[in-house]
Nanobody, 124 residues
Framework: QVQLVESGGGLVQAGGSLRLSCAAS????????MGWFRQAPGKERELVTA????????YYADSVKGRFTISRDNAKNTVYLQMNSLKPEDTAVYYC?????????????????WGQGTQVTVSS
């Protein structure tokens, strides 16, 4: 059983930065595609970004391209989300998720394990 624990959320002013971390335990981290999702109040959970097992291929939603960067350190079993130039519309609970061998990566249903989420609030 894989456990994922996010950290690094908080309150930041628009234009600021935050770095989220997601530490994994209980599995072979390098076997997983890792994704960051977010869910704002009253909205569906959406994929923000994902990274393949080796860290060589990344996907970004259009809304965060050029502002967010996903990375991973397989030696530390951790995936990161660097968020720059934050906007009020980035306010949401951010979740990391692990995808083990699923075909595709853009749907929530393709992820096997989830963290508990960390709140990011961007004030205007």
């Amino acid at each position: 059983q894989v456990q994922l624990v996010e950290s690094g959320g908080g309150l930041v002013q628009a234009g600021g930065s935050l770095r989220l971390s997601c530490a994994a335990s209980g599995g072979t981290f390098s076997n997983y595609v890792m994704g960051w999702f977010r869910q704002a109040p009253g909205k569906e959970r959406e994929l923000v970004t994902a990274i393949n097992w080796s860290g060589t291929n990344m996907y970004y939603a259009d809304s965060v391209k050029g502002r967010f960067t996903i990375s991973r350190d397989n030696a530390k079993n951790t995936v990161y989300l660097q968020m720059n130039s934050l906007k009020p519309e980035d306010t949401a609970v951010y979740y990391c998720a692990a995808n083990f061998g699923q075909v595709g990566f853009k749907s929530q249903s393709q992820y096997d394990y989830w963290g508990q989420g960390t709140q990011v609030t961007v004030s205007s």
